[in-house]
């Protein structure tokens, strides 16, 4: 059984710093396409950033302050999120997903889909 579990989040002041995980269990192949979305209260969920064969891409809001990369082994695909510079606008639920229908690469933000997590809550104050 697929499982994606992030961890990481937090409460930091504006201008901080936190990383976030992703660790995905139960996936025989490695490649896949993961990524990390969003959602604030009231809003809707928001692609954030993803990595697949086909390299990386950003939402303009987190171009420059967030980095995402992985670590991956035969059986368990991990992704992270490296956010810098953090504002009270990125304050929201963080949730890791794996796509594994296009052999590693990355449809785009709308289109991306498959295993998801649970989400983990950041929050940012000014």
């Known amino acids: 059984q697929v499982q994606l579990v992030e961890t990481g989040g937090g409460s930091v002041q504006a201008g901080g710093s936190l990383t976030l995980s992703c660790t995905a269990t139960g996936i025989r192949y490695v490649r896949y396409c993961m990524g990390w979305f969003r959602q604030a209260p009231g809003k809707e969920r928001e692609g954030v950033a993803t990595i697949g064969t086909d390299g990386y891409k950003y939402a303009d809001s987190v171009k420059g302050r967030f980095t995402i990369f992985k670590n991956n082994t035969e059986t368990v695909l991990s992704v992270y999120l490296q956010m810098n510079n953090l504002r009270p606008e990125d304050t929201a639920m963080y949730y890791c997903?794996?796509?594994?229908?296009?052999?590693?690469?990355?449809?785009?933000?709308?289109?991306?889909?498959?295993?998801w997590g649970r989400g983990t809550q950041v929050t940012v104050s000014s």
């Open positions: 997903a794996a796509d594994g229908r296009f052999a590693g690469h990355c449809p785009g933000f709308s289109g991306l889909n498959g295993y």
